[in-house]
């Protein structure tokens, strides 16, 4: 069936670098597609969304791009600090499903100093 | 303001006893989600309510039942418990006036069915 589903489950980086997790959907039909944070313990966190008519789309330190061509979404994180180790879902809104998401199963961001 | 509460944090339950898991949010949301999340896995929406008095079911909702009696609580309840439901449970909620995905979550309850 549709499913969100991620490349990696586990990234490795070093402090101050870039990071880059990467999330392959397949439901064609979605309005939104949002990334979360859940770091250990916690529920999950809104990070950052992006509309299904966007490529792009930048907040503070993140920025989320889509593409539509081959249905793959991506988060970067700029500088990536300590705090930022957690689970990453990328979760989507398909059409008509009245904001209900569908998560991914997450890629473990490991922050090495 | 503490956003979206869970109660408990923490239960073990025996196979065959019943409990109902509380959430209640202080954020005057409409809309309010029941999620499972099982190890390895993402979060699967198991009930959800679009409003006080309604509730409609997800992608798990076997074996669950909810009720949204009053605006700001939204509750979970396992009749009889199975092993298969051991998990952690989150509760979420979001404001039908913004964008609806922005979803708040709770902090979550471990459940242990042996």
């Known amino acids: 069936g549709e499913s969100v589903g991620l490349h990696l489950p586990t990234l490795s980086v070093q402090e101050g670098d870039n990071s880059i997790i990467n999330c392959a959907y397949s439901?064609?039909?979605?309005?939104?597609f949002i990334w979360y944070k859940q770091e250990s313990g916690k529920g999950p966190q809104f990070i950052i969304d992006?509309?299904?008519?966007?490529d792009k789309r930048q907040g503070q330190r993140v920025t989320v791009l889509l593409n539509k061509t081959v249905k793959h979404l991506s988060l970067q994180i700029a500088a990536t600090q300590p705090g930022d180790s957690a689970v990453y879902f990328c979760?989507?809104?398909?059409?008509?499903?009245?904001?209900?998401?569908?998560f991914g199963t997450g890629t473990r961001l490991q922050v090495t100093l | 303001n503490a956003g979206v509460t869970q109660t408990p944090k923490f239960r073990v339950l025996k196979t065959g006893q019943s409990m109902t898991l509380l959430c209640a949010q202080d954020?005057?949301?409409?809309?309010m989600y029941w999620y499972r999340q099982d190890p390895g896995m993402g979060l699967r929406l198991i009930h959800y309510?679009?409003?006080?008095?309604?509730?409609a079911k997800g992608e798990v909702p076997d074996g669950y039942n909810v009720s949204r009696l009053k605006k700001q609580n939204f509750l979970l309840g396992l009749e009889s418990a199975a092993p298969s439901q051991t998990s952690v449970y989150f509760c979420?909620?979001?404001?039908?006036?913004?964008?609806?995905?922005?979803?708040?979550f709770g902090p979550g309850t471990r459940l242990t069915v042996t």
């Open positions: 979420a909620s979001s404001d039908s006036r913004r964008i609806a995905y922005e979803q708040y």
């Open positions: 439901n064609s039909a979605s309005d939104y």
């Open positions: 992006i509309r299904s008519n966007m």
């Open positions: 979760a989507e809104i398909p059409t008509g499903t009245a904001s209900k998401l569908t």
């Open positions: 954020m005057n949301h409409e809309y």
């Open positions: 309510s679009v409003g006080e008095g309604t509730t």
